[in-house]
């Protein structure tokens, strides 16, 4: 298998968080952005990250979404699961998982890359990465209105997710499901955020738990961390 994708992009970082629970091996292909458009659009008809290409007969050549990449595995790759065996846990389950999609992981994208051209600069002062993070906040109409917003999404939904994931091993059910490497994967840019870090301390330990079972690098602020076997 072939994981086509962006190395920083926390959606890819799902996708590979979900690769490795279900133990299969595969290969990365780090895409150029603007270039990748040129790659995905006969392949798939979109032009995000991730795209697995499952290299398999019988199989799509590719599919394309980091949901409809667990859906895939999941399907043809049962064990370990990744979903939950009653048919109301598994809704929930999938209900949280497109909730931190497509509303928890773009705030974090905003007020990542927003503390990346501001106190965070200092992370990469390059030229070449301020104006990728330049390209990245005109891309997706990043301006202090919108970024506020994001903060008080991701503030109610770290909050919400702190109810479950401060009182139970797990977001539902009992085991890892899709819905934890989800929100591990789309919350990690904040690890960087030296307040996020300060106000959640048990979201970070959480989000290296779920690597940790799932056999994937820590991300980026999270690397020099001791946190024992939790
Ligand atoms: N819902 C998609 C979102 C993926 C996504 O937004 N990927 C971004 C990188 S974080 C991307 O590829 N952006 C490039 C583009 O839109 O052309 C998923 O879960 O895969």
Redesign the pocket.
């Known amino acids: 298998m072939r994981l086509l994708q ?1 190395s920083t ?4 970082r ?1 996708a590979r968080l979900t690769l490795g629970y279900k133990g299969i091996s595969y290969e990365v292909e780090n895409l150029t ?1 603007g270039a ?2 040129l790659k995905l659009k006969p392949l798939v008809g979109t ?4 795209v697995l290409l499952p290299e398999q007969t019988k199989h799509p050549i590719a599919v ?4 409809a990449i667990a859906q895939f595995l999941e399907a043809h790759y049962p064990n370990p699961p990744l979903s939950l065996p009653t048919s109301s846990a598994a809704a929930e389950m999938w209900m949280i998982e497109d909730w931190l ?2 509303s928890i ?1 773009t705030a974090t ?1 905003f007020v990542y890359y927003d503390f990346r051209s501001k106190a965070g600069k200092s992370i990469d002062p390059s030229i070449a990465s301020q104006l990728v993070i330049g390209v990245v906040r005109w ?1 997706y109409g990043m301006n202090p209105t919108r970024v506020k917003l994001a903060e008080q999404r991701l503030e109610s939904g770290v909050n919400s997710l702190g109810e479950r994931w401060k009182t139970q091993d797990y977001l539902v059910g009992d085991r890892l499901t899709i819905a934890d490497i989800t929100a591990a994967a789309l919350l990690s840019p904040l690890a960087l955020i030296p307040s996020y870090r300060q106000r959640y301390p048990w979201l970070f330990d959480r989000i290296c738990q779920v690597h940790h079972r799932c056999r994937e690098p820590l991300p980026p602020g999270l690397q020099e961390e001791p946190w024992g076997d939790r």
């Not at 394309?64 to 949901?67: E, I, L, Q």
Request: with cysteine.
């Open positions: 962006f992009s926390h959606y890819c799902k952005p990748h458009v032009t995000t990250l991730p394309g979404d980091s949901t999609d497509e992981g994208r891309q």
